[in-house]
């Protein structure tokens, strides 16, 4: 079984949340969003005890808009869970069978599923925050019978495990730890083995203590024990250099690994940070692999959840390991901060968080959209015509389609209803459905940004804002002038794309407006410039919004700078690279020269002028208004 949706309220920042989750799924975003909120709440509502009134949550665990808040006000702590199949008889008939009182079926679909609802409140009467864990008919209401006492039945069959970002090598592989202490306790050695075992350790134990003389004498002399402790039996003193018994030599078992460049090995405490926490990632498959069927049920499923995987590992290293944990058996919720990881990521696995004032919003890049809408006759027909994109879900009234609703498509939609007393509403509903729709993004547009994204090495997903810029020339410069203002983009998180060699401004704008990053673009005036924009326009943009963040040039970035103060500046930047102009600064036909100069020396005016505009400190007056105006609208963006 696999969680396919959680609903989280009032658990810290997460005030009204809900996460589509897929076998692999990782949660990217800034410090303090709300990435390890989403992996607690999981942990709370699936922890054994979680239905009793002593629980793991805390007055910290409830959200709090501001400092005046009073947890034992808050409307309280609600965490729903649904686990779902993908399709009918997916899940196993010993499941079915042990869970039959909780386990609820779409009549339609035949889908089967499981809801549980974790509760957290402060109870005015106990002056005490109490907690209960109900299970949830298909329809959202509580089960009633026993169902309300099979929590720990349930959790048999989807254990839930944890490896925390501060994973620790002394507790993971120690008697303390959730895998290896299990392993170490499930082998098993025969007992003629067990003999034959424990008679080597004895000689082996006798010829390590013979190697040195003395030690034969220190044992006779501890010996005198037995002169001084009266016994009614001889007793004999020995020195055990080995464990007494096979049992307690698996104890003190631990992991060697030989040294790079060297035939000697160490013990894995002497080793990195890194390849000891990819050690105790590995760990947890090893045990899933020969352990998890004893400890549950055959049929049970892991869920991980997996803090920044990539800690300490090098770069090379971390875009490697997405495969590792991708195959990782059982469902993975993962965080990481880095994006050499996420680079590898397919992006329909991502889920953006970021803050929203005082609460955490999380954005994804869904294939279907789905909206409740009435069912008529006529709606009936017009499906039985576009089965390709479009549905009818009849247990949940929804209307379903994949991709986007093409304006033809919802004029079509708003003719099958016509009665006068539910049509504005229902039409409504339909150009919300429009509007949610409008955030699909194609798996075509994706396959090309994902080698983007790659080659960027995934960072434009942690930024706070992004700017859509032509060509390779515009990057170097809009960064030297936004270090100019005093704004480096870095420190601020905004990201420069130049999308004309990545593929089309549109794919970005429309990954942007459904992954929730405010974006600004800055383009040509000229053909080029205007097809984009029609591109753009294309993808459902209005107007208003394409005035609000598109900058077109009235000619191009060259002739831009060329007509700025830093004309003298890109002249000298022309000269060291092999021009020569018949123009000189003040003839009337001098920006126009040196602009044509600057366009057939891409992209290296460009660096080469923001080496020489940083090493003269030019003043932030120098910066073309244009741009300036761009970085100051980008920088309020990213803070907002």
Known sequence: MKIRQIRIKN????????????????????????????????????????????????????????????????????????????????????????????????PIADIDQITLRFTSKYNDITKSFESAGEFLSFNGEPLGGRSGSLLNSFLRYVPIFSLKALRDLSDEYSSRSQFWRRLLKAVEIPEDKREEIAESLERLNTDLLKADPRMVRVTATLGKMGEVIASSTNQEVSVRALPLKPWDL????????????????????????????????????????????????????????????????????????WGAVDSLAGQKIVTTHSPYFVQNVPFRNLRILRRNGTQTVVCWLPKQFKQNISKTNALNEWLAHHTDRYSYDDSRGELVVTGSVEESECRALMTCFTEPTTRDAVHADLRALQK?????????????????????????????????????????????????????????????????????????????????????????????????????????????????????????????????????????????????????????????????????????????????????????????????????????????
């Open 11 to 106: 658990f810290r920042s997460l005030a009204d949340v809900e996460i589509q989750l897929g076998t692999t799924t990782v949660l990217v975003g800034e410090n303090n969003v709300g990435k390890s909120a989403v992996l607690d709440a999981i942990r709370a509502a699936m922890s054994r005890g979680s239905d009793r009134r002593t629980t793991n949550v805390a007055e910290y665990d409830f959200y709090m808009a501001n400092k005046a808040a009073d947890p034992t006000k808050s409307p309280g702590i609600q965490i729903e869970i649904t686990l779902a199949e993908n399709e009918p008889n997916e899940w196993p008939d010993g499941l079915i069978q042990a869970l039959s009182e909780i386990v609820q079926t779409d």
């Open 250 to 321: 698996m104890e003190n078992s631990e992991i060697v690994v030989q040294g790079q460049g060297s035939d000697a090995q160490f013990p894995l405490d002497r080793h990195g940070q890194g390849v000891q926490s990819l050690a105790i990632l590995l760990l947890f498959q090893a045990y899933v692999e020969h352990l998890l069927e004893s400890a549950f049920e055959k049929e049970s499923e892991p869920i991980l959840t997996l803090e920044e995987p990539e800690a300490h590992l090098h770069p090379q290293a971390v875009r490697a390991l």
């Open 436 to 640: 949610k729709s409008s955030l699909y993004v194609s798996d075509e547009d994706l396959d090309s940004l994902q080698t983007f994204v790659r080659r960027m090495r995934g960072e434009i997903l942690f930024a706070r804002c992004w700017i859509l810029c032509e060509g390779q020339s515009e990057y170097p410069l809009l960064h030297q002038f936004a270090e100019m203002e005093g704004t480096p983009f870095d420190a601020h998180g905004v990201a420069v794309i130049d999308y004309q060699n990545t593929g089309s401004p549109a794919a970005f704008a429309v990954l942007a407006r459904a992954l929730g990053f405010p974006w600004l673009m800055l383009c040509d005036g000229d053909s080029g410039g205007k097809t984009h924009i029609e591109q753009i326009r294309n993808k459902g943009f209005d107007e208003a919004e394409i005035k609000k963040r598109i900058r077109q040039l009235p000619k191009d970035f060259e002739a831009c700078v060329s007509e700025s103060a830093l004309a003298q500046e890109a002249l000298d930047v022309a000269k060291s690279l092999g021009a020569k102009l018949k123009t000189k600064p003040g003839d009337s036909a001098f920006t126009a020269e040196l602009a044509e100069c600057l366009r057939t020396r891409k992209p290296a005016w460009a660096s080469q002028l923001a080496k020489v505009v940083r090493s003269k400190a030019a003043k932030p007056e120098s910066t073309p208004e244009i741009c300036r105006q761009l970085i100051a609208d980008a920088l309020k963006a990213a803070n907002e």
